[in-house]
């Protein structure tokens, strides 16, 4: 990683997700599909997090240039990209495996994913569920799961549950997207 990047881990459901979403937003400069947040030492693999056993959430490890985008404009992004307020749900995806995660790098992340969550609060009916936790270790996931939305947009789960997060995306973050 170069010294004009900086690190957030979040977590909103299927990895795939949130990883689509990013690789939309002008200043990232990588998204990479990985394990956060876990009791199990060592690299878990994709069935052991699927187990829900581990203790693991599905994230994206993103490296990103602050001079473009702030951290808080990210976890607006975040937060309004998927349902922070259902507890260790997105649809159809169901376990801790999925909860809604923000791990923070440092203590300035940590305030400023306090503020956000306060900030983005009106916006929801439900109290926000998004567990907030001091970064663990990340554990990429296999090459079949990173960028899976543009290696398979047709495929059935990336039309009826990616595609639908990428309109929202393009409807309420225009200005921060690589291509409006």
């Keep these: 990683m170069s010294d004009q990047f900086e690190v957030a881990v979040i977590g909103g459901g299927c990895f795939w997700c949130v990883e689509a979403v990013f690789r939309e937003v002008e200043g990232i400069h990588s998204a990479v599909s ?12 994709y069935r052991e997090i699927c187990s829900g056993l581990t203790g693991h959430a599905e994230v994206v490890r993103l490296e990103f240039d602050p001079k473009v985008i702030s951290y808080k404009k990210i976890l607006e992004i975040f937060l309004t990209t998927h349902d922070p307020t259902t507890l260790n749900r997105q649809g159809a995806d169901v376990g801790t495996q999925y909860r809604s995660v923000i791990f923070y790098q ?10 956000v969550l306060v900030e983005v ?15 663990k270790p990340f554990y990429e996931a296999t090459e079949d799961h990173q960028n899976y939305y543009n290696k398979q947009p047709n495929q059935g789960y990336c039309s009826y549950v990616i595609t639908p997060k990428l309109q929202k995306l393009r409807k309420l973050h225009s200005e921060q997207l690589r291509i409006s």
């Excluded at 609060?121 to 998004?130: L, P, R, S």
């Design 106 to 115: 440092d203590e300035r992340q940590k305030q400023i994913a306090e503020q």
């Design 34 to 45: 990985g394990y956060s947040g876990g009791k199990v030492p060592g690299h878990p693999t």
């Design 121 to 135: 609060q009106k916006y929801y009916e439900d109290f926000i569920v998004t567990e907030l936790a001091e970064a």
